[in-house]
């Protein structure tokens, strides 16, 4: 044994295997001369009740001294109970974010990662969450270990998502050509929530003890609080008798118009089927909804106009496509594009007039527990089991709400009303309520032609 020093280590002679200069100051720090030439500093110590070494590195990047106070603080980690060479193992199978997002995805695709109200998340969601981990999480930091992730990285994410630096062409299935991938302050939003959801995962996988995007500050997403104005509707009713008259877009008006009158999510209207529809009770019975099962009662306007379709109704789909399979209308996107491109409505998208029709609602005095059961919230999911002992209630809304918004698109003005529950009662009174905008928008074209 000697102290090892610049000199012993430098002039160690090499052999035909490898073997070790033990210091004789400090027990468990020594040098490995390997047949190669290469000498490297290293301590030897014992840990749950095995002999374990930890390299500290080679000589030329560490010097004698160097490595000598670097070793002394590894045995005192040792001392403490702790364990330098089973951390570093631990450190070097640490999984990166890529891993990461591929067990997530494995476990969506299973069924196992559960979404709202404890069920499987639905393939639409799976396929969105695919597309953000693959556009935005993995480009951003695929390489980068999980458990070295700090708030500061998901802030990162965050940014760049905003500032577009994941921009980019791509190619997809559904749709011809490319997709720009833009995002914004709404994707960036969505991401950042996705990731965090992906590391709560890990946490519950025991990858990491601890989830980086807690307490993220996310930016507010301006779609989510658009909303249209009654001079808004009238323009957008204008759009759509518009582009009525090319046949290409007939159907796709028709959808625009029923999303705006019931407030359904785009999904939920295009895939609508037959065996859905209850035009007797005056509602919809979603199967599989983004809530799961759901009842949404409808107005007299939409009840009318499905039943003037189903009528010619040749498929299972009340928005049927134009291929000879029986399927769903599936052109909506690139007419929407189309439609709206150019227009004084360009920022607008399927969601909002949903919350246009919950905007709408609320400015007609109905509660939020009533405009929850309509549009079909989570938060009225009370309200949906006691739906049958409601139903007059709901209906009553559903015709008010319809009926306004139908109003403005044909570019009527007039005051809230409220319809009876019978089928000719609720004819008459809406027959009575477009007389009574009519004759108002009449007297206030006259207030405007006398003043």
Aim: glycine share 8%; proline share 3%; aromatic share 6%.
């Amino acid at each position: 044994m000697a102290k090892l020093t610049k000199r012993i280590v430098e002039t160690a002679e090499v052999r035909e295997k490898d073997y070790f200069i033990w210091d004789d100051d400090l027990p468990g720090f020594g040098l490995r001369v390997f047949t190669s030439g290469k000498r490297s500093y290293l301590i030897q110590y014992r840990a749950a009740g095995r002999t374990r070494r930890f390299t500290i590195g080679l000589h030329g990047i560490w010097t004698a001294e160097n490595a000598r106070q670097e070793a002394k603080a590894q045995l005192g980690r040792v001392a403490r109970g702790e364990n330098p060479s089973e951390e570093r193992q631990l450190d070097h199978k640490a999984i990166t974010v890529k891993e990461l997002c591929d067990l997530y995805v494995a476990d969506l695709k299973a069924g196992l990662i559960l979404g709202k109200g404890g069920r499987p998340k639905k393939t639409t969601t799976i396929t969105t969450d695919m597309g953000r981990i693959e556009r935005h999480i993995i480009p951003l930091i695929g390489t980068r270990r999980v458990k070295d992730l700090a708030k500061a990285d998901i802030n990162k994410v965050m940014k760049d998502i905003m500032a577009g630096k994941t921009r980019v062409s791509v190619k997809t299935k559904k749709l011809r050509g490319k997709a720009i991938v833009r995002g914004g302050a709404g994707t960036a939003a969505r991401t950042v929530g996705l990731l965090g959801g992906i590391l709560t995962y890990a946490m519950e996988a025991g990858i990491i003890d601890r989830n980086p995007a807690h307490g993220i500050r996310k930016p507010k997403d301006k779609v989510r609080n658009r909303r249209l104005s009654e001079a808004e509707y009238r323009i957008l009713g204008d759009m759509l008798r518009t582009a009525a008259e090319n046949e290409k877009y007939t159907m796709t008006t028709e959808i625009i118009r029923q999303i705006a009158l019931t407030g359904c999510r785009r999904s939920e209207m295009i895939s609508l089927m037959w065996s859905e529809v209850d035009t007797d009770a005056s509602c919809l019975r979603l199967t599989d909804s983004k809530e799961g099962a759901s009842t949404r009662p409808i107005g007299l306007p939409v009840i009318e106009y499905l039943e003037a379709q189903k009528d010619q109704a040749t498929g299972a789909y009340v928005f049927p496509g134009t291929r000879l399979e029986d399927g769903a209308f599936g052109s909506f996107p690139n007419h929407w594009k189309q439609i709206f491109k150019d227009s004084p409505l360009a920022d607008v998208t399927p969601h909002v007039l949903r919350h246009s029709f919950a905007s709408i609602a609320n400015d007609l005095g109905f509660t939020e527990i009533t405009i929850a059961a309509l549009v079909g919230h989570s938060k009225g999911s009370v309200t949906s089991k006691y739906i049958h002992t409601l139903d007059t209630a709901l209906i009553m809304a559903a015709d008010t709400i319809s009926g306004y918004i139908q109003g403005l698109l044909d570019g009527v003005a007039f005051k809230h009303t409220a319809y009876a529950l019978d089928r000719d009662s609720r004819k008459a009174a809406l027959a009575r309520f477009l007389r009574e905008a009519a004759d108002a928008e009449g007297e206030a074209v006259d207030h405007q032609i006398a003043a």
